[in-house]
Every structure is written in C-alpha cells, then in structure tokens.
C-alpha cells in the first residue's frame, strides 16, 4: 500500500514526466508490488551496481500511463 500511495501522490502533486523503480532481479517479492501498483517492467538495460560487495542488477519498472 505504501508504494501505491507514494506513487499517487508524486503524479498528483510533483507531476513528474514518469515514476520509476529500480528493483533488485532477484527480488521477486518487490517486483510482486509493483505489478500491483500498476509499474511494468520496462526494456531498459539493467542498472548493475554493487553493494555490500556483491553485484545488484536493477531492473526498471515504470508506471503504466
């Protein structure tokens, strides 16, 4: 729900030209929430950073339309 509403208000209130998140591939639990909140993976190339001294692709969703 968190993300839902975050999303709402940033179209309503920022307007900004799309919302985007960046999430972790092998996080299925958090790609779940986008797809409920209305983000689709988009076709970007992957973001690869790494953290905590593994490699982290990100990839992006954005919010449908």
């Given at each position: 729900?968190?993300?839902?509403?975050?999303?709402?208000?940033?179209?309503?209130?920022?307007?900004?030209?799309?919302?985007?998140?960046?999430?972790?591939?092998?996080?299925?639990?958090?790609?779940?929430?986008?797809?409920?909140?209305?983000?689709?993976?988009?076709d970007?190339?992957?973001?690869?950073?790494?953290?905590?001294?593994?490699e982290?692709v990100?990839?992006?969703?954005?919010?449908?339309?």
């Amino acid at each position: 729900r968190a993300v839902r509403l975050a999303a709402e208000h940033t179209v309503r209130e920022i307007r900004p030209r799309r919302v985007v998140l960046r999430i972790d591939a092998a996080n299925a639990a958090s790609e779940a929430v986008a797809r409920a909140c209305a983000f689709e993976l988009t076709d970007e190339p992957p973001v690869r950073r790494v953290s905590r001294g593994r490699e982290v692709v990100l990839r992006t969703w954005r919010l449908r339309p």
